[in-house]
Protein backbone atom coordinates (compact mmCIF):
# COMPACT_ATOMS: atom_id res chain seq x y z
CA UNK A 1 0.00 0.00 0.00
CA UNK A 2 1.29 3.61 -1.01
CA UNK A 3 0.01 6.37 1.08
CA UNK A 4 -0.11 9.71 -1.33
CA UNK A 5 -1.57 12.04 1.58
CA UNK A 6 -4.36 11.94 4.27
CA UNK A 7 -7.05 11.43 1.32
CA UNK A 8 -5.14 8.86 -0.76
CA UNK A 9 -3.59 5.59 -0.61
CA UNK A 10 -3.24 3.44 -3.30
CA UNK A 11 -3.82 -0.41 -3.13
CA UNK A 12 -1.54 -2.83 -4.03
CA UNK A 13 -3.50 -4.65 -6.71
CA UNK A 14 -2.83 -1.17 -8.34
CA UNK A 15 0.66 -1.45 -8.47
CA UNK A 16 2.95 -4.13 -9.94
CA UNK A 17 6.55 -4.22 -10.20
CA UNK A 18 9.00 -5.88 -12.20
CA UNK A 19 12.68 -6.26 -11.90
CA UNK A 20 15.31 -6.62 -14.59
CA UNK A 21 18.90 -6.18 -15.36
CA UNK A 22 20.56 -2.71 -15.04
CA UNK A 23 22.95 -0.75 -17.39
CA UNK A 24 25.31 1.39 -15.77
CA UNK A 25 26.97 1.49 -12.52
CA UNK A 26 27.81 -2.16 -10.85
CA UNK A 27 30.93 -3.90 -12.05
CA UNK A 28 30.03 -7.46 -13.38
CA UNK A 29 27.45 -7.24 -10.49
CA UNK A 30 25.03 -5.69 -13.09
CA UNK A 31 25.17 -9.37 -15.34
CA UNK A 32 23.90 -10.98 -12.26
CA UNK A 33 21.70 -9.32 -10.37
CA UNK A 34 18.37 -7.76 -11.41
CA UNK A 35 18.29 -4.73 -10.04
CA UNK A 36 16.03 -2.03 -12.27
CA UNK A 37 12.69 -1.76 -11.43
CA UNK A 38 9.67 -1.18 -13.26
CA UNK A 39 6.80 0.16 -11.97
CA UNK A 40 3.06 -0.21 -13.49
CA UNK A 41 0.04 1.71 -11.63
CA UNK A 42 -3.13 1.16 -13.24
CA UNK A 43 -4.83 4.54 -13.32
CA UNK A 44 -7.67 3.96 -15.40
CA UNK A 45 -9.05 1.34 -12.83
CA UNK A 46 -7.67 2.65 -9.97
CA UNK A 47 -10.91 3.58 -7.31
CA UNK A 48 -8.17 6.44 -5.21
CA UNK A 49 -8.50 9.10 -7.79
CA UNK A 50 -10.92 11.15 -9.28
CA UNK A 51 -11.39 11.78 -12.68
CA UNK A 52 -9.76 15.48 -13.12
CA UNK A 53 -6.85 13.80 -11.50
CA UNK A 54 -6.49 10.87 -13.82
CA UNK A 55 -7.01 13.86 -16.73
CA UNK A 56 -4.08 15.83 -15.02
CA UNK A 57 -2.11 12.38 -14.52
CA UNK A 58 -2.19 11.67 -18.54
CA UNK A 59 -0.69 15.05 -19.52
CA UNK A 60 1.95 15.06 -16.76
CA UNK A 61 2.88 11.10 -17.44
CA UNK A 62 3.89 11.80 -21.70
CA UNK A 63 5.57 8.58 -23.03
CA UNK A 64 5.10 7.03 -19.69
CA UNK A 65 1.26 6.55 -20.17
CA UNK A 66 -0.10 3.21 -22.08
CA UNK A 67 -2.78 2.74 -24.43
CA UNK A 68 -4.50 0.49 -21.69
CA UNK A 69 -4.46 3.69 -19.03
CA UNK A 70 -1.47 2.60 -17.08
CA UNK A 71 1.27 4.93 -16.08
CA UNK A 72 4.81 3.34 -16.31
CA UNK A 73 7.89 4.56 -14.55
CA UNK A 74 11.35 2.88 -14.41
CA UNK A 75 14.38 3.34 -11.90
CA UNK A 76 18.38 1.82 -12.56
CA UNK A 77 20.11 4.96 -10.80
CA UNK A 78 21.44 2.73 -8.07
CA UNK A 79 22.99 -0.93 -7.16
CA UNK A 80 20.25 -1.48 -5.07
CA UNK A 81 17.05 -3.23 -6.10
CA UNK A 82 15.34 -1.42 -2.72
CA UNK A 83 16.60 1.67 -3.32
CA UNK A 84 15.63 2.05 -6.76
CA UNK A 85 11.90 0.93 -5.43
CA UNK A 86 11.97 3.78 -2.87
CA UNK A 87 12.74 6.35 -5.93
CA UNK A 88 10.13 4.95 -8.37
CA UNK A 89 7.75 5.12 -5.97
CA UNK A 90 8.42 8.55 -4.51
CA UNK A 91 8.72 9.82 -8.08
CA UNK A 92 5.09 7.99 -8.43
CA UNK A 93 3.85 9.80 -5.39
CA UNK A 94 5.18 13.11 -6.49
CA UNK A 95 3.67 12.87 -10.24
CA UNK A 96 0.27 12.12 -8.62
CA UNK A 97 0.56 14.89 -6.00
CA UNK A 98 1.49 17.22 -8.93
CA UNK A 99 -1.65 16.11 -10.74
CA UNK A 100 -3.58 16.42 -7.35
CA UNK A 101 -3.24 20.26 -7.65
CA UNK A 102 -5.79 21.84 -9.93
CA UNK A 103 -4.45 24.85 -12.21
CA UNK A 104 -5.62 28.32 -12.19
CA UNK A 105 -7.79 30.01 -14.60
CA UNK A 106 -6.32 33.06 -16.07
CA UNK A 107 -8.41 36.00 -16.10
CA UNK A 108 -8.04 38.23 -18.96
CA UNK A 109 -6.92 41.68 -18.47
CA UNK A 110 -6.41 44.85 -20.94
CA UNK A 111 -3.38 46.59 -20.69
CA UNK A 112 -3.54 50.43 -18.85
CA UNK A 113 -4.11 53.53 -21.26
CA UNK A 114 -1.00 54.91 -19.73
CA UNK A 115 0.46 51.76 -20.65
CA UNK A 116 -0.81 51.94 -23.96
CA UNK A 117 0.51 55.79 -25.13
CA UNK A 118 3.61 54.94 -23.68
CA UNK A 119 4.18 51.71 -25.73
CA UNK A 120 2.82 54.13 -29.57
CA UNK A 121 5.09 56.70 -28.35
CA UNK A 122 8.01 54.65 -28.21
CA UNK A 123 7.01 53.34 -31.75
CA UNK A 124 6.98 56.65 -32.78
CA UNK A 125 9.99 57.40 -31.85
CA UNK A 126 12.09 54.24 -33.03
CA UNK A 127 10.10 55.11 -36.26
CA UNK A 128 11.56 58.57 -36.43
CA UNK A 129 15.10 57.04 -35.76
CA UNK A 130 14.81 54.48 -38.60
CA UNK A 131 13.84 56.78 -41.38
CA UNK A 132 16.28 59.40 -40.39
CA UNK A 133 19.37 56.62 -40.91
CA UNK A 134 18.09 57.20 -44.86
CA UNK A 135 20.58 58.64 -47.51
CA UNK A 136 22.00 62.15 -46.99
CA UNK A 137 21.87 64.54 -50.20
CA UNK A 138 25.43 66.05 -51.13
CA UNK A 139 23.60 69.06 -52.74
CA UNK A 140 22.21 70.12 -48.92
Do not use: H, Y
Request: glycine share 6%; net charge positive.
Amino acid sequence: MVRINDDITLQDWELSESFMRASGPGGQNVNKVSSAVELRFEVERSPSLTAPVKIRLKRLAGRRWTQDGALVLQCDETRSQARNREIVRQRLKDLICKALVAPKRRIATRPTFGSMKRRLKAKKVRGEVKTNRGRVDPDS
